[in-house]
């Protein structure tokens, strides 16, 4: 049933709404959307829900968000079943929270497991979509919700003689369900990212040698995890409302307060007792020590300062120093990694690098130059590997929306639509893709925000936006090609204000030889996004214009 028409029996569609993806994103808007009243439909390519979480399962995998803002908040009786164990949840833990969620919603009986979509084709004369998956099916829908999640794609670069190797081969984004073994045997991890620093002392704790190539090094700051007690929960949870609340408040989506709108200005002992204290709460709560960490170069050098004398302190070995010290971009300009002491001899990554059997190969100066049948090649130097490990991340942000052949009403492909740069408005919609909404979408918030919190706003906001076109006139929503436009533009203005774009990252594409370097996400904020979403509701949705679909019309 449409969000405003009675079901007449003769529905030219399949299902309101078309749901791709079953991660947080996709459970969420079937749930939301279904109990607004829409008839709704998931598909997942995988065989669980999980997103990501579902791929993502190699050892040692945690989600960098605090677990008690890991989680749904819009629902206080899924709130009150649910106690993650540690401050940061394991991917195991978090993956049994979305199955426990999407039943406890009732939602896993809409989702088509193990369907993959090929293709989304908008019918322009039917005004409805038409999803094909890869069963052969073609389900009609006047809605699609491209919940794709913005970290799903794996980048696996392009190395020379990469089908060669002779032993075994992972990455990390697509690790298998069956249990890996690194016992007595020589591992070459390829990276030094969030996930690579994770798995580091799970691989050496097991390995005979650990062989760590690294590109850039990172500013990494500890976790300081630990597991919860009922207490700490039941503390949480009775302030939850009041936590929710101060999260929207503050730019990255988190409920943390700094300490001070900027390190400028104060004396060192003073930046040093903020940073001291910061660095002992962990996280992200260091990252948020300073308001302007990532608008002011002076403030960012100095905390950057502090994290290379925390480096410093840790080895004795200035060559290694030397290799770990990250230089020449701002501290966060890259998603920072949190080090985690996260293997049965409670090593970090630091820690794990310490090791005698671990070695850390520089491949800046020597990068990578292919794999061999025995191992990898550097520009310098071979090394004999029976497994490596590619923790080298993500096509982020727009690779997910290339798997699947999407066209829009006038038949052309998003793909080629975005060419340089990604057309949206608030992340959400494409002009010329009437009725295709996403979530976490390219110039929304969601890389570099909480995550939950953009989701439940854009999921929520997205139906209002239909509610609002069925009440007044149509299913037939599309986005004016001015509002993406000026969207567009101010994404970037806003970009350019920030510290951001002084880093090579993914969160501007450049991880990927190739691809355009553009930054991605929308940089202004939580409280500045959620204040755009909420004028435009209030001024009645000036951004898009609305017609009746021929199927509404008729059914009139
Ligand atoms: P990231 O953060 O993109 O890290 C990928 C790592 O792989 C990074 O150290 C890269 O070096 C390295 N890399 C990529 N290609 C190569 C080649 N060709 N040679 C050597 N090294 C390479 O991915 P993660 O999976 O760790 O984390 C992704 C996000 O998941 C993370 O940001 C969190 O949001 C959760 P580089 O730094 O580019 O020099």
Not at 28 to 48: F, P
Not at 248 to 258: D, L, R, V
Request: proline share 6%.
């Amino acid at each position: 049933m449409s969000a405003s028409s009675p079901d007449t029996g003769s529905d030219p569609v399949d299902t309101d709404a078309v749901v791709v993806g079953a991660g947080f994103a996709g459970i969420y808007a079937l749930y939301h959307l279904r109990e607004q009243g829409l008839s709704v439909r998931g598909i997942e390519r995988a065989d669980d829900v999980g997103g990501t979480w579902y791929h993502n399962r190699y050892p040692g995998a945690r989600c960098d968000t605090e677990s008690h803002i890991y989680q749904y908040q819009f629902s206080d009786a899924l709130r009150s079943e649910w106690q993650y164990s540690e401050r940061y949840p394991e991917q195991g833990e978090i993956l049994e929270y979305l199955r426990f969620a999407s039943e406890f919603l009732g939602v896993r009986d809409e989702i088509d497991f193990r369907t993959e979509v090929e293709s989304l084709r908008f019918d322009r004369a039917a005004g409805t979509w038409a999803v094909s998956t890869d069963d052969g099916a073609t389900i009609r829908s006047r809605y699609v919700v491209l919940a794709l999640g913005f970290l799903s794609e794996p980048y696996v670069p392009d190395f020379e003689g990469i089908d060669e190797f002779d032993g075994e081969l992972y990455h990390t984004a697509k690790w298998p369900r069956e249990e890996v073994s690194f016992r007595e045997r020589s591992v070459g991890l390829v990276g030094t990212g969030s996930s690579g620093i994770q798995i580091a002392p799970r691989i050496a704790e097991d390995a005979e040698r650990l062989t760590v190539y690294q590109r850039t090094p990172n500013y990494i700051v500890p976790a300081n995890n630990h597991p919860l007690s009922d207490a700490t929960w039941e503390a949480w949870n009775d302030g939850f409302a009041e936590t929710w609340e101060k999260a929207k408040t503050t730019a990255s989506g988190f409920p943390y307060e700094s300490d001070r709108p900027s390190a400028e200005g104060l004396s060192d002992a003073e930046v040093e007792h903020i940073l001291e204290k910061r660095w002992r709460m962990g996280g992200f709560k260091f990252l948020t020590a300073f308001e302007d960490l990532l608008s002011n170069r002076a403030t960012n050098e100095r905390v950057c300062e502090f994290i290379r004398s925390k480096i410093a302190q840790r080895f004795d070995d200035p060559d290694l120093i030397d290799a770990l010290s990250p230089e020449g971009y701002p501290y966060a300009a890259k998603r920072p990694p949190l080090n985690y002491e996260n293997n049965r001899y409670g090593w970090d990554f630091y820690e794990t690098i310490k090791q005698p059997h671990v070695e850390l190969v520089d491949v800046d100066e020597a990068p990578i130059r292919r794999l061999t049948p025995e191992g990898i090649a550097t520009a310098d130097a071979e090394y004999a590997h029976d497994t490596i490990v590619l923790a080298t991340g993500f096509d982020a942000v727009t690779g997910s929306y290339n798997n699947m052949e999407i066209l829009g009403k006038d038949g052309e492909t998003l793909e080629s639509k975005w060419g340089s740069r990604p057309r949206t408005y608030l992340g959400m919609v494409v002009d010329e893709f009437p009725n295709m909404f996403m979530v976490s979408g390219p110039q929304s918030p969601s890389p570099i925000t909480n995550q939950v919190l953009c989701i439940e706003n854009q999921v929520e906001w997205i139906y209002d936006l239909i509610e609002h076109a069925e009440t007044n006139g149509g299913d037939v929503i599309e986005v004016e090609r001015e509002s993406v436009e000026h969207w567009i533009e101010h994404t970037a203005n806003v970009a350019k204000k920030t510290l951001y774009t002084d880093a090579e990252s993914w969160y501007q594409g450049d991880n990927v030889p190739g691809k355009p370097s553009v930054f991605l996400p929308y940089p202004g904020g939580y409280p500045a996004f959620a204040s755009k979403l909420e004028a435009e509701a209030a001024d009645g949705y000036q951004g898009f214009s609305v017609r009746e679909s021929p199927a509404r019309v008729e059914s009139e």
